[in-house]
């Protein structure tokens, strides 16, 4: 005997059909997923102007994500060649500026020596050229000796403080600037006297062709190297910057000055490392500040291993800050958008961890 279906069955046969059939469906279906940390806002990027346990003056970036993304130096002064850094007096801690905008001057000890050494000589060559070409006047010997004695005396009366300083920096009791200073008088004094000299026995004896010939040659190589020693100063001692930002003073660690790049932040969310596979190139990031309860997006940038605040792996996105509203070191809670998953993957992946 056959038992047909009752309506009520077959009524109940189909939704049970349909019902699988969709607990299939969702069971593949992808589902959009999350994952939460710890968040905080820095700059993009960080320019420094330092001074190392050498005393050399270093520029460089401490973080650049719009950039190379790395530490990076950039110019690097030898320590001895350098006198002080002397900051733009117009700025002050939180001021705001451009790309271009003076940040500091490195005065440099060994180049300002030179030129004034390079003037003196080019100044006495001059001088002993133009005695040579007008001829010699008795008078002019007169004045010429009394340059000779001048020049000599002056050097004598520096001679012994010179070797003094000398003798005390070599035994470590005289700092470096100081000897250097005294070492760049004594030599202008010497290289004073010897062309006072020169211009004396000069107009002594007449002058000859070739003796205008060497005069003159000299008057040009002094004055190329004084044109170098400009051009080499000018180069070395401007610092600009070299991105907008907002001034931070005297820190730790050696930093001068750092221009830290604000109209753009950075979001730095913290993250399991198990969960960094499933962040995709266009992952969504949302923040949510602690201070005002404000809810900031952003997309993925890049992953980077931090040891601050929260040692791990962290989730770096961009937020646009041209309303200068947001600053450096707000926290919040960071919502990072990750791959799709299916019911099934999401059980087999729980399934693994535990096993774990």
Avoid: C
Wanted: hydrophobic fraction near 40%.
């Amino acid at each position: 005997m056959i038992h047909r279906p009752t309506p009520v069955a077959l009524r109940r046969i189909a939704l049970g059909a349909v019902i699988t059939v969709l607990l299939m469906a969702a069971w593949k279906l992808p589902i959009l997923e999350s994952v939460a940390g710890f968040a905080v806002l820095e700059p993009t990027a960080i320019w420094y102007v330092m001074q190392d346990g050498n005393r050399q003056i270093k520029t460089g970036w401490d973080s650049n994500l719009l950039g190379g993304g790395g530490e990076q130096t950039m110019t690097l002064f030898d320590g001895s060649d350098v006198v002080r850094v002397e900051i733009n007096p117009k700025l002050h801690e939180g001021s705001s500026v451009s790309i271009g905008d003076t940040i500091a001057a490195i005065l440099s000890l060994v180049t300002e020596s030179n030129i004034g050494e390079l003037e003196a000589e080019l100044e006495f060559a001059q001088a002993s050229y133009a005695a040579l070409k007008e001829g010699s006047r008795p008078a002019d010997v007169e004045v010429a000796k009394r340059e000779v004695d001048y020049a000599s005396a002056s050097l004598e009366a520096f001679k012994p403080e010179y070797e003094r300083t000398k003798d005390l920096h070599s035994k470590g009791f005289v700092a470096l600037e100081k000897f250097q200073d005294d070492e760049g008088k004594y030599q202008t004094l010497s290289a004073a006297k010897r062309l006072a000299e020169s211009n004396y026995e000069a107009l002594k004896v007449g002058a000859r062709p070739v003796d205008l010939e060497v005069a003159a040659a000299e008057i040009t190589r002094l004055e190329r190297m004084l044109d170098y020693a400009r051009r080499r100063h000018e180069l070395r001692r401007i610092l600009v910057a070299p991105i907008p930002g907002i001034i931070r003073f005297g820190e730790a660690d050696g930093y001068i000055v750092r221009v830290m790049r604000t109209d753009t932040l950075a979001v730095f969310v913290s993250l399991p490392e198990s969960m960094l596979s499933d962040v995709m190139p266009d992952s969504r990031v949302d923040v949510t500040l602690a201070i005002d309860g404000r809810v900031l997006s952003g997309s993925f940038n890049r992953i980077i291993f931090r040891t601050t605040p929260i040692r791990g792996s962290t989730v770096v996105a961009l937020v646009e800050n041209s309303d200068g509203t947001l600053t450096p070191g707000m926290q919040g809670h960071g919502v990072v958008e990750t791959k799709p998953h299916s019911l099934l993957s999401g059980v087999n992946k729980a399934i693994r961890t535990r096993l774990r």
